[in-house]
């Protein structure tokens, strides 16, 4: 029982650990193809919040492919239910209704950060 605990947290370390290292690799792959360079003496406490920072984008993209599967999962199943009550234009709307909710989703998680970003970054903003 021990060693079963052992066995599973040393893997989800390692998990997360690859996982995040991914967007650290991509990170400084962006890094060298635009010529920026990092500034001297980052800590390991700046490396671990970019690290928590990848791990939240993991997470929110676990999260919204869950949501889109589900999603599908529902619109598929009801599928014939659909199609016997209503026409087929009906089940189509449905489906492009689908697809217009993932996106305003996608939209809702992702368009403020850039928003703030580019603020942030543009020289005639309010800061």
């Known amino acids: ?3 079963s605990k052992f066995q599973l947290i040393t893997g989800i370390v390692i998990l997360l650990f690859s996982a995040t290292n991914i967007f650290v690799q991509i990170q400084l792959a962006f ?3 635009y010529a920026v360079r990092a500034k ?3 800590g390991i406490v ?3 919040l970019d690290r928590l920072v990848s791990l939240g984008i993991i997470l929110s993209l676990g999260f919204l492919l869950v949501i889109s599967l589900t999603l599908d999962s529902v619109l598929f199943s009801l599928y014939d239910y659909l199609s016997s009550v209503l026409n087929e234009a009906a089940v189509v ?3 492009a209704a689908q697809y217009l909710l993932l996106g ?3 939209v809702a998680l992702f368009f403020p950060c850039s928003i703030f970003y580019l603020m942030s ?5 309010i800061k």
């Open 1 to 3: 029982m021990i060693e």
């Open 31 to 33: 890094n060298e193809i």
């Open 40 to 42: 001297a003496g980052v």
């Open 46 to 48: 700046k490396q671990l």
């Open 93 to 95: 709307i449905a489906a």
């Open 104 to 106: 305003a989703l996608v």
């Open 121 to 125: 970054r543009c020289p005639n903003t």
